[in-house]
C-alpha cells in the first residue's frame, strides 16, 4: 500500500517532497519561468523550485515526467534536442503551435497529440493569437539529450550533449511564475 505524500510551498506553489501517492491542482502547484521558453509546471521538487528551499532534497519522477508548458506566440518551449533514450510525448490542450520534428514542421491545434520515439529530435514554437498550453510526459531511463542546429527552430550551433552548454547565452529558470491556469 502506498502512503499519501506530503505537499509543501515551494517557491510559487505547492510540491510533492516525500514519495507516494497525491492530487495536485495545477492552480495550485509550482510554476517556473523563463523569458524566452514560457512557463512550466513540473509537479516536481527540482530545478529552480528546489532551489527555492534549501531544506529539501530534490524530488522527481523515477519513471516518466510529467508537466505542464505555456508557450507565447513565436517563442520555442526548448531548444531544437532529442532524447536518445527516452520517449516523449506532448497533447496541446489549448491554443496553437508548430512542431519542429526531424527536420519537418507540422502545425498543431487543441487537441493534437505528437509522439516521439526515442531519439526524435523535436521542438515546437508558440503559433496564434495567444498561448499555448502542452501536457509534456517523457520516459526517464536515463538516455540523455542531444542539441542539433537546425534553421527551422531556436537551436544550437553545434550539435552537444550539454544542457549547461547549450542553454548558456539563454539565462536560467526562475520560480516566481504566477500559474496561469
Not at 10 to 19: E, K, Q, S, Y
Not at 84 to 93: A, I, S, Y
Request: overall charge negative; some cysteine.
Amino acid at each position: 500500500m502506498s502512503d499519501e505524500a506530503r505537499l509543501e510551498r515551494a517557491g510559487n506553489g505547492l510540491t510533492p517532497v516525500t514519495d507516494g501517492w497525491f492530487v495536485l491542482n495545477a492552480r495550485d502547484a509550482a510554476w517556473i519561468r523563463h523569458e524566452t521558453f514560457g512557463l512550466r509546471c513540473p509537479f516536481e521538487l527540482n530545478g529552480p523550485v528546489a532551489r527555492s528551499r534549501d531544506d529539501l532534497e530534490p524530488h522527481t519522477f523515477p519513471q516518466f515526467g510529467i508537466g505542464l508548458t505555456v508557450i507565447q506566440p513565436g517563442r520555442p518551449s526548448t531548444l531544437y534536442h532529442e532524447e536518445p533514450g527516452d520517449q516523449e510525448d506532448f497533447l496541446v490542450l489549448s491554443g496553437e503551435c508548430v512542431a519542429v520534428i526531424e527536420g519537418e514542421k507540422r502545425a498543431l491545434r487543441q487537441w493534437d497529440f505528437v509522439h516521439c520515439p526515442p531519439g526524435t529530435a523535436h521542438s515546437f514554437v508558440g503559433a496564434g493569437d495567444g498561448p499555448c498550453v502542452l501536457l509534456t510526459v517523457g520516459s526517464r531511463t536515463g538516455g540523455g539529450v542531444r542539441y542539433h542546429p537546425t534553421p527551422l527552430a531556436p537551436s544550437v550551433d553545434v550539435q552537444t550533449s550539454s544542457g549547461a552548454e547549450a542553454y548558456a547565452q539563454y539565462g536560467h529558470w526562475v520560480n516566481d511564475a504566477e500559474s496561469p491556469v
